[in-house]
């Protein structure tokens, strides 16, 4: 079974910086994408980065600049730096593996908390 293993949340005043690292495994197809979702209380999830195995990126908008989405295809391995995070930044991230043969396969991760304190 595929399993993605998140680790880098928890607590960071505003202004600071966290690491967020995300390992894919046990995947029978290619892995071709993987990236971040977020989720707080009462607001739908939202994409935050995604990269491709060619290492082309997307942001939202509202983290472009601050974020930097980066991969190690080796060892299906995706990271997200966050840097000056903000309140509105705490949620839930959840890390995202999609998978390609004759259709897509999307895998999640369970999620790690990112609390930005004011």
């Known amino acids: 079974q595929v399993q993605l293993v998140e680790s880098g949340g928890g607590l960071v005043q505003a202004g600071g910086s966290l690491r967020l690292s995300c390992a894919a495994s ?18 739908q999830r939202e994409l935050v980065a995604v990269i491709t195995n060619g290492g082309s990126t997307n942001y939202a908008d509202s983290v472009r600049g601050r974020f930097t989405i980066s991969r190690d ?37 369970q999620g790690t908390q990112v609390t930005v304190s004011s």
């Open 26 to 43: 046990g995947s029978r197809f290619r892995i071709d994408t993987m990236g971040w979702y977020r989720q707080a209380p009462g607001i």
């Open 73 to 109: 295809n080796a060892r299906n391995t995706v990271y997200l730096q966050m840097n000056s995070l903000k309140p509105e930044d705490t949620a839930v991230y959840y890390c995202n593996a999609r998978a390609f043969y004759l259709r897509a396969y999307d895998y999640w991760g």
